[in-house]
């Protein structure tokens, strides 16, 4: 299902290359690919792990502090209710705008600090500034991902899987172009995070928008198309991230390894131009067609077209203001549009809530500290870098797989998507072991679970979401939805992490006769710095697993119903209208050739 208009030229002739080039760059296809780039540069939050080391020794944080700000990061990004809100009365662009600015102030006064070219600022004030910057996120995700939801509405799982992929890889794209420009200078990778997203927002305010959706068959296909490219890149960055370990690369050569990632982001372009293509060869045979059929009944009295397919009827929430706190408890069946207080206060919400902060909540809590795991286990700093990059890359794939694979396997063999949710939670509680009991090398491969089912979570709950409560108010609920993962994390991070972090880190002072010095970093170093966190983070993800069985159970007469056959009905009304339209076309243009004969 796809967002029509044809663009330029239409004529029996072809359109001219210019007129071609802006149906291209207008098209829905091309949104599409802005949407990946827009969605590529919106990840930096999850480099925190990157980045926070030089905050917490240029400020003289202690790990309760760095947690804080953590918390207070993820609490801006997830938390985007207002960004959901001013999408439901606004064009998309408006959305992409604000977040291009927040993005750009709060992540410019963090590098002011940490470069200290501003006085040394409160704890409060960073927490704030942090927020400010993540909260860009959140208005990213909004103005282009949820759009381009509404617009591919029976694609949605691989919607979802494909740009919150691109999402996930975000961090070794934007890691390769810092090593590019800055080279070394680990206090210039905040100021990258801050100018280059907002830079890319702006350059697409006008192509990310609510486009009329019209079926068409291959539609799915031509996002596997995209996904292969996707694949392309994430294998290339791999590549780049043994052989960055391996070896010691020069500016030049990490210069030449960003441009090629630059390049491979392009690549979908030519997807576009064939896409267009295909649509204005499509144009012109149904018109030719159309005038062929005109001519040779043009002596006979035209027979009475069949009646359009019906769009199915409205919900019966059509006219339910969105806040009206009458129809909370009544709401409609499952999959019909939801108002924002019915979705809220359902109890297949509350559900989907509760497991998103115990998943989401433990697998960013582990992310968030990777940096300082790795220290504490004594892991050289190259393998610590290599932690943050080999998470961004499976938190791609755990995307990629969980949105492409579940709307496989929900149209196959239906297969439902909150079933997958519960298996991705109870394989993160493997990797949360692997770092509770310090297994030797273990850390590589609990970075590539808790990435993977970190980045699994994601398409999933939006998905489910959006299936459930329908797309109605899905700018909002989808905003709603995220609010759960600062829950988790200031849960399971700031209260149980940091505290038992610190804690360690105490009673290693005292064994060494030390005192800490107001200011200074407090570091902890062996295996029980995490272990008791970690032990912990895994109990409460598997009761996250448990409580999630009973939205399987309770949605399971739901998804072995054919979901999307309001959305089939709409699109083949809308294509059915837009068939009499070319035919009527045609004749018109009959009818004045035979006048002027």
């Known amino acids: 299902m796809v967002a029509t208009t044809y663009g330029g030229g239409g004529a029996a002739e072809g359109p001219t290359h210019r007129a071609f080039a802006l149906q291209v760059i207008t098209g829905r296809w091309f949104m599409v690919f802005a949407t990946t780039l827009i969605m590529s540069a919106a990840g930096a939050t999850y480099m925190f792990g990157l980045y926070s080391p030089e905050i917490k020794t240029t400020l003289g944080y202690d790990q309760t502090t760095l947690n804080l700000l953590s918390f207070f990061k993820d609490l801006g990004s997830n938390v985007g209710v207002l960004a959901g809100l001013i999408n439901e009365v606004s064009p998309p662009w408006v959305v992409l705008s604000i977040g291009a600015v927040l993005n750009f102030f709060g992540y410019l006064m963090i590098w002011l600090a940490v470069s200290k070219k501003i006085s040394r600022p409160k704890v409060w004030h960073m927490c704030l500034y942090i927020c400010i910057g993540a909260n860009s996120q959140s208005f990213a995700n909004t103005g282009a991902l949820v759009t381009a939801v509404k617009n591919f509405p029976e694609s949605r799982g691989a919607v979802l899987g494909l740009l919150k992929g691109f999402v996930g890889l975000s961090g070794a794209i934007i890691t390769q172009v810092y090593n590019a420009v ?133 919900s019966e929430n059509e006219d339910i203001s969105c806040w009206n706190h009458k129809s909370i408890f009544r709401p409609p069946a499952r999959g019909d549009d939801y108002t924002i207080l019915q979705a809220l206060f359902s109890i297949d919400m509350l559900i989907l809530f509760f497991a998103t902060i115990t998943g989401v909540g433990g697998t960013l809590t582990a992310i968030d500290n990777l940096g300082q795991i790795g220290s504490s286990l004594g892991y050289p700093k190259k393998s610590i870098s290599t932690f943050v990059s080999l998470v961004s890359i499976w938190n791609y794939l755990g995307r990629v797989v969980s949105g492409f694979g579940s709307e496989h396997f929900l149209k196959k063999y239906k297969f439902p998507r909150p079933l ?130 009973l939205l399987v159970i309770r949605t399971r007469k739901f998804y072995k119903s054919d979901i999307y056959k309001k959305f089939r009905e709409e699109a ?25 004969k």
């Open 572 to 596: 083949e009304a809308a294509a059915a209208a837009e068939e009499m339209a070319v035919v009527s076309a045609a004749r018109n243009n009959n009818g004045h050739a035979q006048t002027s």
């Open 182 to 314: 800055y080279y070394e200078d680990p206090k210039s990778l905040i100021l990258l995070i801050g100018w280059m997203p907002a830079a890319i927002s702006f350059a697409f305010l006008r192509t990310i928008r609510i486009i009329k959706i019209v079926r068409i068959p291959h539609e799915l296909k031509v996002f596997y198309r995209f996904l292969y490219v996707s694949l392309g890149l994430a294998g290339f960055l791999m590549v780049l991230i043994i052989l960055q370990k391996q070896l010691n690369f020069s500016r030049l050569e990490f210069g030449v390894s960003a441009a090629t990632v630059v390049f491979l982001l392009f690549v979908p372009i030519a997807i576009v131009v064939k896409e267009e293509l295909y649509i204005t060869r499509k144009k012109k045979h149904d018109l030719d067609i159309a005038s062929s059929q005109v001519q040779i009944i043009a002596d006979k009295p035209p027979p009475t077209p069949p009646p359009a397919p019906q769009a199915p009827p409205p």
């Open 420 to 549: 997958m949710l519960t298996l991705t939670l109870a394989i993160s509680c493997i990797g949360h072991l692997l770092i509770a009991f310090g297994v030797k090398n273990g850390l590589y491969v609990a970075s590539v679970i808790i990435g993977f089912c970190f980045g699994a979570q994601w398409p999933l709950l939006f998905a489910i979401i959006s299936e459930l409560f329908g797309l109605k108010y899905y700018s909002t609920l989808y905003n709603f939805g995220s609010v759960a993962s600062p829950i988790g994390l200031y849960v399971l991070n700031v209260r149980v992490a940091g505290h038992l972090y610190d804690r360690e880190a105490e009673k290693q002072l005292l064994a060494a006769n030390k005192t800490r010095i107001p200011g200074e970093e407090l570091d902890c170093d062996g295996v029980k710095c995490f272990q008791m966190a970690f032990i912990i983070i895994s109990a409460v993800t598997a009761f996250g697993a448990f409580v999630s069985l």
